[in-house]
């Protein structure tokens, strides 16, 4: 794994970057709140006017979550954007670790 500094980054790879962290958190929360329902915990999920609870709401989870996630990191990227791209420009980089194919 190397190390580059990005120093500007384009609005679509901003973007590409911010829906995928919020996706994976969603999932990760879906799988958490599972685990809570399996074990009788208060799991409940609200599609439109309908509500679920209990294990169906924990498999139901897996589609709710990672996906108002990924739209709620949408519209904080489109309001985050500008506001990162000034601090790279104060910072003048970042670090990151990354393995890129073909490498």
């Known amino acids: 794994m190397k190390r580059y500094n990005i120093e500007e980054i384009g ?3 901003f973007m590409k970057l911010a829906i995928l962290i919020g996706f994976d958190a969603g999932l990760v929360f879906a799988v958490l709140a599972f685990i809570g329902s399996i074990f ?3 799991v409940s999920v ?3 006017s309908n509500v679920y609870s209990g294990v ?6 897996f589609i709710v979550s990672p996906l108002s996630c990924a739209l709620l990191v949408t519209v904080l990227g ?6 990162f791209k000034y ?6 980089k970042i ?3 990354l393995r890129i194919k073909g490498e």
């Open 56 to 61: 169906a709401a924990g498999l139901l989870g």
């Open 46 to 48: 609200t599609v439109g």
């Open 87 to 92: 601090s790279l420009k104060i910072k003048k």
């Open 40 to 42: 009788g915990g208060d």
């Open 78 to 83: 489109l309001l985050a954007f500008l506001p």
């Open 95 to 97: 670090g990151l670790n």
């Open 11 to 13: 609005f679509s790879s």
